[in-house]
Nanobody, 122 residues
Framework: QVQVVESGGGLVQAGGSLRLSCAASGDSFSRYTVGWFRQAPGKEREFVAAISWSGSATNYANPVKGRFTISRDNAKNTVYLQMNSLKPEDTAVYYC???????????????WGQGTQVTVSS
């Protein structure tokens, strides 16, 4: 069983940066793939980025490639999402999720946080 809690969201102007954190507790977090997803009002939840359990593999959705970076520190049981060059269309609730498979599909992730709001003003 793993519990994850997101933090670091907020209001930022377009072009600015934020770093989200996903802090985990529970058993063997370092063996889980972690994904970030987001959901904007009126839209479905979408994949943003994922990182393998070792951190050796990462994957990004096309809209965020080159702007977002996912990383992890297994000693701290924490995964980060560095978001640069933010755009108004990045506005959403961002969720962290842990799972046993390195995939982009949300229903393959077992453990979810409550989300953190990111708002980018134009």
């Amino acid at each position: 069983q793993v519990q994850v809690v997101e933090s670091g969201g907020g209001l930022v102007q377009a072009g600015g940066s934020l770093r989200l954190s996903c802090a985990a507790s529970g058993d063997s977090f370092s063996r889980y793939t972690v994904g970030w997803f987001r959901q904007a009002p009126g839209k479905e939840r979408e994949f943003v980025a994922a990182i393998s359990w070792s951190g050796s593999a990462t994957n990004y959705a096309n809209p965020v490639k080159g702007r977002f970076t996912i990383s992890r520190d297994n000693a701290k049981n924490t995964v980060y999402l560095q978001m640069n060059s933010l755009k108004p269309e990045d506005t959403a609730v961002y969720y962290c999720a842990a799972g046993t498979k390195y995939v982009t599909v949300s229903n393959m992730y077992n453990y979810w946080g409550q989300g953190t709001q990111v708002t980018v003003s134009s």
